[in-house]
């Protein structure tokens, strides 16, 4: 019951505030969620050209804003659109040679915009110094300097039921709202867009941010199913087993994990015991190892644990974390990420932020009024909704969904649980691609993966993210293609100009890794 309460409760509420969606009744109905193909797009497109200025030297590129149909092929009817926005680089002399960059955000029930707007796109939201104020009104779009578009084309997709991207036969749009069912349908539309285009030979990159780490794992194996095979995947945020995470799971390992990452938030604020307020690195290598040989341990215990143990780790715990020790021993040595945000700065009246724990918002932690969420949300609805009209000059008589609440809701969290090991016995676990994504490494050689976290991000915390590759089933040669990078930032990271540009360096050595340039 848990579950269901974290993910109908909390999560809910704070994806009503930050997208202002709006939730439509729709019935389950039982279609086969993989009886569709898609279609060529037809004239529902929109392309413009611009010039970018990057490091002294202008880039020519178009935009297009278009549609790909789902065409049921049983009745050759069509159900449905997905709408993406294209950023193709021009002048280039031979396309088959040019990577190609599919990104998508998370959610589930998010659309593009984040990823869009905030960090790859050749037009960004502009932002405070250091990415912890909200800017004042007037919102604008800056040029992106930290852009990839100077060395591959991007592709931004709107899943469906976010963006334009709508159901229009009438068909239930259930069919498509699940772990497996989406990344289904997401792998047909890559598929279609190479084929269309003429780029089916072309280097292809996943990009995904936050449950775009479910959905990428999910996708680069699919996608190798149906001939396209991925040169590299990105990951920003990102959670590939929903058992790791607070939000979604409340078990000892969800907390034990989220544990260094409050460690982080208190050396940021000045909370953390004196004696470790220098190197952050150091701190935190230090505060991981106690979680796996202390900490741990302690909670596996429960009331085995000696009043001696006991008071051991709530002082060790609260010499780390910036916690009172009455606090932690009232809640019984576990203190979650809501109690957390409250309680670090409870004696300033000040609540922080799940998603950056650098913000605050005066007051106690509430979902609907995560400051975190709050500074960005506004600004980036604007900014697309003038940037779709003036500068794409794309218009539609559809509201642009920056997400959708009966996206979350619907979701089909069962298609994502790991079947079980043994027969007759039902899988008990929460949803989880670590198989996807270990198959897709260990058929792949070339197969590369990047994954940057946010060291302030209470949401999908590093550590979390940390254990998920440490889990992979894989031999020693295949996880020296994954590369982990923390930054300065919370989970949208890139909403810190300094951790953005250095995950544009890092991001580019990646590209010349599985370019060969």
Request: charged share 20%; glycine share 8%; hydrophobic share 35%.
């Amino acid at each position: 019951m848990i579950y269901d309460i974290i993910f109908l409760n909390k999560k809910i509420w704070v994806i009503f505030l930050f997208f202002g969606f709006i939730s439509v009744s729709i019935g389950l109905n039982g279609i086969n969620p993989y009886n569709m193909a898609l279609a060529n797009p037809e004239n529902d497109t929109k392309v413009t050209f611009h010039t970018l200025r990057i490091n002294d030297e202008e880039m020519d590129y178009s935009a297009t804003v278009g549609s790909i149909p789902i065409i049921d092929q049983k009745s050759q009817t069509e159900q449905a659109r997905i709408y993406y926005i294209t950023y193709n680089r021009q002048g280039i002399e031979n396309f088959e040679k040019r990577a190609i960059t599919f990104a998508f955000n998370g959610g589930p029930g998010a659309a593009s915009m984040m990823l869009h707007l905030g960090v790859l796109g050749p037009r960004v939201v502009e932002k405070s110094k250091d990415g912890t104020r909200l800017m004042p009104p007037p919102f604008r779009l800056v040029d992106n300097p930290n852009t990839l578009l100077d060395i591959t084309d991007l592709v931004f997709i709107d899943p469906i039921g976010t963006g334009y991207s709508r159901m229009t036969g009438g068909a239930d749009p259930t069919q498509y709202w699940g772990v497996s069912e989406d990344v289904r349908c997401i792998a047909q539309f890559i598929q279609s867009y190479l084929n269309h285009n003429g780029r089916s030979t072309s280097p292809v990159i996943i990009a995904g941010e936050s449950y775009g780490g479910v959905r990428g794992s999910g996708l680069a194996k699919v996608l190798q199913d149906i001939g396209v095979y991925p040169s590299g995947l990105i990951f920003i945020s990102p959670v590939f087993d929903l058992g790791t995470i607070q939000w979604s799971s409340l078990d000892d390992r969800a907390l034990a994990l989220t544990i260094p990452t409050y460690a982080a938030a208190a050396w940021y604020h000045k909370k953390i015991n004196p004696d470790y307020q220098g190197d952050l690195d150091s701190v935190l290598q230090e505060v991981r190892a106690w979680v796996e040989n202390h900490y741990l341990k302690a909670l596996w215990r429960g009331n085995a644990l000696s009043e001696e143990e006991r008071d051991k780790i709530v002082e060790k715990l609260s010499q780390y974390t910036g916690i009172a020790e009455d606090f932690i021993r009232e809640k019984n040595l576990r203190v979650y990420e809501d109690d957390f945000a409250s309680e670090l700065l409870n004696d300033k009246g000040l609540a922080l932020g799940i998603y950056d724990a650098r913000v605050t918002i005066p007051g106690t932690y509430v979902d609907e009024d995560d400051p975190s969420y709050f500074l960005i949300g506004g600004p980036f609805k604007s900014c697309l909704a003038n940037y779709l009209k003036n500068d794409l000059q794309f218009e539609s008589n559809l509201s642009y969904l920056s997400g959708s609440a009966e996206v979350y809701e619907k979701w089909n969290w069962e298609s994502g649980r790991p079947a079980p090991k043994y027969e007759g016995t039902v899988s008990l676990g929460y949803p989880n691609q670590n198989e996807e994504l270990s198959k897709a490494l260990r058929r792949s050689d070339f197969l590369k993966v990047f994954i940057a976290s946010g060291v302030y991000d209470l949401e999908c915390p590093y550590d979390s993210v940390l254990y998920s590759i440490n889990h992979l089933d894989l031999p020693a040669e295949r996880r020296n293609n994954i590369t982990l990078q923390i930054y300065p930032g919370g989970h949208m990271l890139y909403t810190n100009p300094e951790a953005l540009a250095q995950l544009k360096k890092d991001l580019e050595e990646f590209y010349q890794d599985i370019l060969g340039e």
